[in-house]
């Protein structure tokens, strides 16, 4: 398995975006029409093999700060009551199939769980639009960028796998 990394670009901009450096390789796989980087797929592993469970990372500012303030209110446990339990289990699979399928190292302890790493229920309301952006079937992001009033199909979604 080939990790496609960001170009010199992309990572100036995500890095822009954090404040930061990142310690993993990364790869912009949602953006806006314009070009800006909204969500981003993280190699499984830092580049000293420590274990990286979030897979999709959203860093777009504006759709940042409004999950934050979903979250904020309480939306954490809000959403994970609203969805069917069979249904977010399904994600959270789905979730680690992916991250499984990105990892290229073999000599380091591989990440566990589901969205945000979690294994059930709901962590993180920013990782599951993140995977709901990407084209995943996830109810929690679902939800998310519904009382957002986001149109996922205003997004681009890339595909990062060579």
Do not use: Q
Not at 28 to 53: A, C, F, K, S
């Amino acid at each position: 398995m080939t990790f496609l990394e960001a170009s010199d670009d992309d990572r100036r901009d995500v890095e822009g975006l954090l404040g930061r450096p990142l310690d993993g390789r990364f790869a912009v796989v949602v953006r806006r029409r314009d070009g800006r980087p909204v969500v981003i797929e993280n190699e499984p592993h830092l580049r000293d093999g420590t274990p990286m469970p979030t897979l999709y990372w959203l860093v777009d500012p504006e759709l940042t700060a409004a999950v934050s303030r979903l979250e904020g209110a309480g939306g954490v446990h809000r959403f994970e009551d609203l969805v069917d339990a069979a249904a977010l289990a399904a994600a959270h699979d789905a979730y680690a199939t992916a991250r499984e399928a990105a990892t290229v190292r073999a000599d380091a302890v591989s990440p566990t769980g589901g969205v945000g790493g979690t294994r059930r229920g709901v962590k993180c309301l920013h990782a599951h639009l993140a995977h709901r952006l990407t084209g995943a079937a996830d109810p929690v992001g679902g939800l998310v960028a519904e009382e957002l009033g986001i149109d996922v199909e205003e997004f681009v979604v890339e595909d990062v796998r060579g």
